[in-house]
């Protein structure tokens, strides 16, 4: 299947694609930390879109210990579907 994509279609991946490598760089060299809270999520990308997005499997919580352990959530992960929802979104 052969699809025709926009200009503005082009400058919207290419746009995205920047940002998340720019936010990949800056997570590499310690200027925004690799993991948010599950609190620091939710306020960033909205409680709904992360429990869809752990529901369907897209993005893994971890956990760092037992018991009271604080839930953290990988941002270029979350950052990707983020950016992949609104091409998704728009085109």
Same mark, same amino acid.
């Given at each position: 299947m052969l699809y025709e994509f926009s200009d503005w279609e082009i400058t919207l991946i290419i746009k995205s694609a920047a940002e998340l490598g720019a936010r990949r760089a800056l997570c590499a060299t310690g200027h925004?930390?690799?993991?948010? *809270?599950?609190?620091?999520?939710?306020?960033?990308y909205g409680r709904a879109n992360i429990e869809h997005w752990i529901e369907l499997g897209l993005i893994t919580p971890r956990k760092d210990g037992d018991h009271s352990a604080t839930w953290r959530i990988?941002?270029?992960?979350?950052? *990707?579907i983020r950016c992949a929802k609104e091409i998704i979104i728009y085109i």
């Open positions: 925004l930390k690799p993991y948010l *809270t599950k609190a620091q999520a939710f306020r960033e990988e941002r270029i992960e979350a950052d *990707t």
